[in-house]
């Protein structure tokens, strides 16, 4: 039976809304590390339990990972982007005459005049134009006092690099340090808005990263008291990624289930071996889009799915395969053919994120994804008979 898995967020975390998913098929249900800290993460998990103690049926609760995945930094307010509209590329929010982009160092590190920028799935699209002068900061110089002063905006450094003002910054050693900090001049060529920790990803570039970030780390450490199923693995790209994870989980006795995403071209190069040591496969069409062209996106879905059937391994289809319903009540019928397809192509799990996080219907979300399901398996069984 396909297992339907949602995501929780903002709009489904009472335990009312919770009782009624759960009533209409909800078998797992998703964290994400990205949007939630790990504290976090467990009181939501008390209430995934209260529910399910509630309405006397399981729910699988996996946590999906952070990983070397790279992400906007924390805006004041969202950023709305039109064609043409210029803005400020770099790894500090200290101000600008033009609006400023926050990214992680790395981004800003690795791309070039001429580099395309996808954001949020690649609904915004920036070009890189030029390079402008770095900005140069001199961390503040302590003080017979023990307080320290700085001529310039005071800034500090969160787990993922990305600053935000503050004022209480120093250098670790007392020593003044001037840091170069670069910034690239950018173009929007395909505008939206953009809020805090949307995914970011430099056109046909991979950037290098642990497979557990410090996030990821810290997370593990609680993760026992949540009772968790599984974790998902962000960007795997090599079996040696998910043993180096389960290592982690075993020293922390953690005996789970380890779904690995395959998001970028070198996690396809890679799949035998990634199927080979993973529990369940998750074709992550979110990244996958950004990695490949979008319209080689489906047959690169059937082809993982063809070698998940071969190996005898789960797997689950993800992202976007509900996600009018954001924002109607009603899916369109290309969505339910998708979910349809997917399961006629052998998925053991469907999943939806924005969907029941952020959406406005997550308990009608979770009610046609398991109906549609449901409707393929029927199918599938008379075909059998």
């Given amino acids: 039976m396909v297992r339907i898995y949602g995501t929780m967020g903002p709009s489904c975390e009472t335990q009312e809304t919770l009782e009624a998913m759960l009533a209409r098929g909800l078998s797992g249900l998703r964290l994400n590390m990205s949007h939630a800290t790990p504290e976090e993460c467990l009181g939501r998990v008390k209430t995934i339990r209260a529910a399910c103690d509630a309405v006397q049926r399981p729910c699988d609760i996996v946590l999906d990972l952070k990983g070397p995945e790279q992400r906007v930094g924390w805006l004041k307010k969202p950023l709305c982007l039109y064609p043409g509209d210029e803005l400020i590329l770099k790894s500090k929010n200290r101000k600008e005459e033009l609006p400023i982009l926050c990214v992680p160092p790395a981004v800003v590190d690795s791309v070039e005049p001429g580099d395309r920028l996808l954001v949020h799935d690649g609904m915004v699209t920036i070009e890189v134009v030029e390079a402008l002068e770095p900005e140069l900061y001199t961390p503040p110089v302590p003080q017979p006092g023990g307080e320290a002063q700085a001529a310039d905006t005071r800034e500090t450094e969160d787990a993922d690099g990305l600053a935000e003002d503050?004022?209480?910054?120093?250098?670790?050693?007392?020593?003044?340090?001037?840091?170069?900090?670069?910034?690239?001049?950018?173009?929007?060529?395909?505008?939206?808005?953009?809020?805090?920790?949307?995914?970011?990803?430099?056109?046909?570039?991979?950037?290098?990263?642990?497979?557990?970030?410090?996030?990821?780390?810290?997370?593990?450490?609680?993760?026992?008291?949540?009772?968790?199923?599984?974790?998902?693995?962000?960007?795997?790209?090599?079996?040696?990624?998910?043993?180096?994870?389960?290592?982690?989980?075993?020293?922390?006795?953690?005996?789970?289930?380890?779904?690995?995403?395959?998001?970028?071209?070198?996690?396809?190069?890679?799949?035998?071996?990634?199927?080979?040591?993973?529990?369940?496969?998750?074709?992550?069409?979110?990244?996958?889009?950004?990695?490949?062209?979008?319209?080689?996106?489906?047959?690169?879905?059937?082809?993982?799915?063809?070698?998940?059937?071969?190996?005898?391994?789960?797997?689950?289809?993800?992202?976007?395969?509900?996600?009018?319903?954001?924002?109607?009540?009603?899916?369109?019928?290309?969505?339910?053919?998708?979910?349809?397809?997917?399961?006629?192509?052998?998925?053991?799990?469907?999943?939806?994120?924005?969907?029941?996080?952020?959406?406005?219907?997550?308990?009608?979300?979770?009610?046609?994804?398991?109906?549609?399901?449901?409707?393929?398996?029927?199918?599938?069984?008379?075909?059998?008979?």
């Fill in 166 to 385: 503050t004022e209480d910054d120093e250098p670790a050693d007392g020593t003044p340090e001037v840091i170069v900090r670069k910034r690239f001049l950018c173009r929007t060529i395909c505008g939206g808005r953009i809020s805090s920790q949307q995914s970011v990803k430099i056109v046909n570039k991979e950037l290098d990263g642990p497979i557990l970030s410090a996030i990821d780390l810290s997370a593990l450490y609680i993760a026992r008291e949540m009772d968790i199923n599984g974790v998902m693995l962000s960007f795997v790209r090599n079996a040696e990624d998910v043993l180096e994870a389960k290592a982690a989980l075993a020293s922390r006795d953690l005996n789970v289930r380890v779904f690995s995403k395959i998001e970028s071209v070198t996690g396809i190069a890679h799949l035998d071996e990634i199927i080979e040591v993973s529990d369940v496969i998750i074709i992550a069409r979110g990244d996958l889009g950004n990695a490949v062209p979008l319209w080689e996106l489906p047959g690169v879905q059937k082809r993982i799915a063809a070698r998940c059937r071969q190996a005898g391994k789960p797997f689950m289809v993800a992202t976007q395969m509900l996600q009018s319903m954001t924002a109607k009540a009603v899916p369109y019928r290309a969505e339910l053919l998708d979910i349809y397809n997917a399961v006629m192509d052998g998925a053991s799990y469907v999943m939806v994120t924005g969907e029941t996080a952020i959406g406005k219907y997550p308990v009608e979300v979770i009610d046609f994804l398991a109906k549609t399901a449901a409707e393929a398996e029927k199918d599938m069984q008379a075909a059998l008979e």
